[in-house]
């Protein structure tokens, strides 16, 4: 079974730009989870998607906001983008909301 | 809020010897304690994960136990491989899900 996919690998961006991340979970897994990793903070939850509805979302600005598709697959995009967005971006699936997560390898995303 | 302490940051062991990752975590409505490793360059993996109604698990070189009463619980890797070498991350959630909360890591070394 493949695992979480996650597109593009490798994104630099400028100030101000918009960015779209892609995450395509595990086939089967109706629940994506998107989290943001930087080395200062360590691993944060950014929101969670189920049957296509949002149904969690952490504590971050307006600007990072995602959905999911009739085929679970996800999408975060981030607005008006900071320096302090550069990060590694992880999404995880899993079969439903209290179930394990499995992650892909990740959106690392550059801002100049 | 609910936070989840690591300890150590970094743990340097000689091929063979034994490894221990300590957590302690604040919410104790918290049931479920998954383990992930992060090789350089890839996502988090499960290695394995406990719930509150066990007291200790274990997968062949891989033994996590939990202390609900002091809200600790610890990852213990015998016969240290230097493949074994990684960023190790603890979580603690309420059935997985949005409420995990993440250590802040440890980068393990397996000297060869």
């Known amino acids: 079974k493949a695992g979480v996919t996650q597109t593009p690998r490798y994104l630099i961006k400028t100030r101000g730009q918009q960015v779209t991340l892609s995450c395509s979970p595990i086939s089967g897994h109706r629940s994506v989870s998107w989290y943001q990793q930087t080395p200062g903070q360590g691993l944060q939850f950014l929101f969670e998607?189920?049957?296509?509805?949002?149904?969690n979302k952490g504590n971050f600005p307006g600007r990072f906001s995602g959905r999911q598709f009739s085929n679970s697959r996800s999408e975060m995009n981030v607005s008006t983008l900071e320096l302090g967005d550069s990060a590694l971006y992880l999404c995880?699936?899993?079969?439903?909301?209290?179930?394990?997560?499995?992650f892909g390898p990740g959106t690392r995303l550059t801002v100049l | 809020g609910e936070n989840v302490e690591q300890h150590p940051s970094t743990l340097s062991v000689q091929e063979g010897d034994s490894a221990v990752i300590k957590c302690t975590y604040s919410d104790s409505a918290s049931n479920y304690f998954p383990w992930y490793k992060q090789e350089l360059g890839k996502g988090p993996q499960l290695i394995i994960d406990?719930?509150?109604?066990?007291g200790e698990k274990k997968d062949q070189r891989i033994a996590v136990t939990l202390n609900k009463t002091a809200k600790h619980f610890s990852l213990h890797i015998t016969e240290t491989q230097p493949e074994d070498s990684a960023v190790y991350f603890c979580?603690?959630?309420?059935?997985?899900?949005?409420?995990?909360?993440f250590g802040a890591g440890t980068r393990l070394f397996v000297k060869a």
């Open positions: 979580a603690a959630s309420i059935d997985g899900g949005f409420k995990t909360i």
């Open positions: 406990i719930r509150s109604n066990v």
């Open positions: 998607y189920f049957s296509e509805t949002q149904r």
């Open positions: 995880a699936s899993s079969f439903g909301l209290a179930d394990e997560q499995f």
